[in-house]
């Protein structure tokens, strides 16, 4: 994306396939992770003995599910948002902001490749 006199112009058909390439690549970091979740979860949950019921174990145990629950969710997220990213550049809407349909920052993008909005709109929806 380039600027003129301050405006924001679409993005070149190069940087569109740049940010598909480092969209695809992410989404197979994290299905990777994500199944390895799945992997450790199932492993945690076939491996509780019965014998083992002392409270200081069960809780650690618990603890450590709780945590891999929220990572697979974060993860799940993260894969939702990329897939709709990959989707508005195949509908020709990426790097455009879903509420004032300005032009998204390529600094934004490249930090975080599947945003949805403009900083000054991703900022007001936060406050």
Do not use: W
């Not at 979860?41 to 019965?50: C, F, H, L, V």
């Not at 455009?96 to 929806?125: F, M, S, V």
């Amino acid at each position: 994306m380039t600027t003129t006199n301050g405006t924001v112009e679409k993005l070149t058909r190069e940087e569109l396939e740049q940010f598909e390439t480092m969209l695809l690549e992410r989404r197979r970091l994290l299905l990777n992770d994500f199944q390895a979740l799945e992997a450790e979860e199932a492993q945690a949950g076939g491996s509780e003995s019965p014998l083992s019921t002392h409270l200081a174990d069960v809780g650690s145990d618990r603890a450590s599910s709780d945590v891999n629950l929220g990572c697979q969710a974060s993860t799940s997220s993260e894969i939702r948002d990329i897939d709709e990213a990959l989707e508005r550049i195949r509908d020709g809407t990426f790097g455009l902001c879903e509420t004032c349909d300005q032009g998204i920052a390529k600094a934004r993008l490249e930090a975080i490749p599947y945003a949805r909005l403009c900083l000054p709109c991703k900022t007001e929806e936060e406050s």
